[in-house]
């Protein structure tokens, strides 16, 4: 699925495999500042992350996908964290070029490089890398 993520930055767009794991991508990226709309096949209300500025996470995750927030993460980490990756690496920008100061791009790739390097194994690492089989 394709989204949008929204912030006072550049525009970016983030792929992932399902909707839990473009929630949690899109919340650790923007500590739950930034919101994402889906896009094409997907835009649907309920496909919408929204922004958790003053709080209110872990009652939508709750109601979303079964657990709090931490709990969704954790459990996305622990068995799906190639796909949390994958996601993170597929944030790209929207447009052209880059305008701003703020790389969300280049943050989601070291976000990326981070779960792949705490949760997976090296086999898993060279096997699982965009590029690499």
């Not at 991508?25 to 309920?46: F, H, I, Q, S, W």
């Not at 109601?63 to 190639?82: H, K, N």
Request: one cysteine or more.
């Amino acid at each position: 699925m394709l989204l949008d993520l929204i912030n006072p930055s550049d525009p970016y767009t983030l792929e992932a495999d399902d909707f839990e794991i473009a929630a949690v991508a899109v919340c650790l990226l923007g500590a739950g500042k930034y919101p994402a709309t889906a896009l094409g096949n997907d835009a649907r209300e309920d496909n919408n992350v929204p922004p958790f500025l003053f709080g209110g996470h872990d009652d939508w995750f709750n109601q979303r996908f079964g657990a709090s927030f931490e709990a969704t993460a954790e459990r996305v980490l622990e068995g799906r964290a190639d796909a949390l990756a994958r996601a993170l690496e597929s944030v790209k920008l929207s447009s052209n070029r880059r305008t701003s100061l703020s790389d969300i791009g280049g943050k989601a790739h070291e976000m990326a490089s981070a779960v792949r390097e705490q949760y997976l194994t090296p086999t898993q690492r060279r096997v699982n890398r965009p590029g690499t089989q």
